[in-house]
């Protein structure tokens, strides 16, 4: 069984545009390559003893894809290059819940991985719930790196995580630390690529 959840009301509802990275354009350029390839995109899983109440897990979500608005970037084409986009959070879905097998779990989770992003129609993150027989579940997220990064999306888990228990017992939602961004990333690898590595990381591009 499958179970798509809707959008709340009350989120984000205006689509922005916002500036691209150097670093975020390497990516684009990488991706509009190689549609295909699987190496730019992350993933985390956390398995629970119980399964995660629909609702909780609805409120809980899109609080973080209202809060965290590079979860809901998109990134189009614009004369050939790219421009990043900030998408409605109703436009993005919540999360899916599927029941499975504990013998399916390893090929889901890795076809959860591997699915083709859209980076210019999103959306750029997946949330994903797997119920196992045994009533327990995995929960997984899988982004595209040109949102998030491997440390960006274990902070973004333990703050769901947490998120989701304060909701359970009924208090307010933890405050959603800023999870970090490409802007204060192109910041600092501009100023390393300012000193004698540029020629290096130039020469590697190139190649």
Same mark, same amino acid.
């Given at each position: 069984?499958?179970?798509?959840? *809707?959008?709340?009301?009350?989120?984000?509802? =205006?689509? *922005?545009?916002?500036?691209?990275?150097?670093?975020?354009?390497?990516?684009? !350029?990488? =991706?509009? #390559?190689?549609?295909?390839? %699987?190496?730019?995109? @992350?993933?985390?899983?956390?398995?629970?003893?119980?399964? @995660?109440?629909?609702?909780?897990?609805?409120? %809980?979500? #899109?609080?973080? $894809?209202?809060?965290?608005?590079?979860?809901?970037?998109? !990134? @189009?084409?614009?004369?050939?290059?790219?421009?990043?986009? +900030?998408?409605?959070?109703?436009?993005?879905?919540?999360? /899916?819940?599927?029941? +499975?097998?504990?013998?399916?779990?390893?090929?889901?989770?890795?076809?959860?991985?591997?699915?083709?992003?859209?980076?210019?129609? &999103?959306?750029? +993150? /997946? !949330?994903? &719930?797997?119920?196992?027989?045994?009533?327990?579940?995995? %929960?997984? $997220?899988?982004? #595209? #790196?040109? %949102?998030?990064?491997?440390?960006?999306?274990?902070?973004?888990?333990?703050?769901?995580?947490?998120?989701?228990?304060?909701?359970?017992?009924?208090?307010?939602?933890?405050?959603? /630390?800023?999870? &970090?961004? !490409?802007?204060?990333?192109?910041? +600092?690898?501009?100023?390393?690529?300012?000193?004698?590595?540029?020629?290096?990381?130039?020469?590697?591009? /190139? *190649?």
């Amino acid at each position: 069984m499958s179970t798509p959840l *809707t959008t709340g009301s009350g989120w984000a509802t =205006a689509e *922005t545009t916002r500036g691209v990275t150097a670093t975020q354009q390497a990516m684009w !350029f990488d =991706a509009r #390559h190689d549609p295909d390839s %699987v190496h730019l995109h @992350v993933s985390f899983a956390v398995r629970l003893d119980a399964p @995660v109440d629909p609702g909780h897990a609805d409120t %809980v979500i #899109h609080h973080a $894809i209202d809060e965290f608005d590079d979860l809901r970037s998109v !990134f @189009v084409d614009v004369d050939g290059r790219p421009e990043r986009r +900030i998408l409605a959070a109703r436009d993005v879905p919540a999360w /899916r819940c599927d029941e +499975i097998s504990a013998d399916d779990l390893d090929d889901a989770l890795r076809e959860l991985h591997g699915a083709p992003f859209d980076v210019e129609n &999103g959306p750029l +993150i /997946r !949330f994903q &719930g797997y119920l196992l027989p045994d009533g327990s579940m995995v %929960v997984a $997220i899988a982004a #595209h #790196h040109l %949102v998030v990064d491997l440390w960006t999306i274990g902070l973004l888990g333990a703050w769901l995580g947490q998120a989701y228990a304060a909701v359970r017992r009924g208090e307010p939602l933890p405050p959603l /630390r800023r999870l &970090g961004s !490409f802007d204060r990333h192109d910041e +600092i690898e501009s100023m390393r690529l300012s000193g004698s590595d540029r020629a290096a990381a130039v020469e590697h591009w /190139r *190649t």
